[in-house]
């Protein structure tokens, strides 16, 4: 779970609770209804980018790369996917690959609160040393051991898996309280 929380790239939208009987969207694709007091968050995580050098594999962390003409087109298509749920707010990592998916969800939206709001507890990992490197120059074994959260194996100016989960629970709980205004 920790290491697919920290993959994401998250763009949240905060779902006032609605009834879903009368929108038009696919039964396929209905959720079950909420009690009054309840909230549901949507977790969209941005297209495909364009990597450092424009080679696949190479990991580039928080580094703000633009999204590929393919991930523009997924950004859309999520963005239409959700255009029958109910929304208050878009919340987004400020990197510009997550902005772009979180305005293309809010276009054309009426009634939501402000504009994206970002949250650079949201952001990606801080790969530090790693940025632009791939898993072989890194060393599988050193890179197997991060993963596991091994202590020591944190890269220089990275962040452990421990200080991303930290950081994005906190940014989670900031959106949470949101809720509440």
């Known amino acids: 779970?920790?290491?697919y929380l920290t993959s994401l790239l998250l763009i949240l939208i905060v779902a006032p609770v609605i009834s879903l009987s009368s929108m038009s969207i696919p039964?396929?694709?209905r959720l079950p209804s909420l009690s009054?007091?309840?909230r549901r968050l949507y977790l969209v995580r941005h297209g495909e980018v364009i990597p450092p050098g424009?080679?696949?594999?190479?990991?580039?962390?928080d580094m703000d790369v633009p999204l590929s003409p393919l991930g523009k087109l997924e950004a859309?298509?999520?963005a239409k996917f959700l255009e029958g749920y109910g929304m208050?707010?878009?919340v987004s990592s400020p990197l510009s690959r997550a902005v772009y998916g979180a305005e293309r969800i809010r276009e054309g939206r009426g009634g939501m609160e402000g504009g994206t709001r970002t949250l650079p507890g949201f952001s990606e990992l801080k790969r530090g040393a790693?940025?632009?490197?791939?898993?072989?120059?890194i060393g599988t074994e050193l890179y197997e051991a991060f993963n596991r959260a091994e202590p020591g194996t944190t890269p220089e100016g990275?962040?452990?898996?421990?200080?991303?989960?930290?950081?994005v629970l906190e940014a989670r709980d900031e959106v949470l309280g949101m809720l509440e205004e």
């Open 1 to 3: 779970m920790l290491l």
């Open 27 to 29: 039964m396929s694709h």
């Open 36 to 38: 009054p007091h309840l």
């Open 54 to 61: 424009g080679v696949h594999g190479v990991h580039y962390g």
């Open 76 to 78: 859309s298509a999520a």
């Open 88 to 90: 208050r707010r878009v």
């Open 130 to 137: 790693w940025r632009g490197q791939t898993k072989e120059s």
């Open 158 to 167: 990275g962040e452990s898996l421990n200080d991303i989960r930290e950081r």
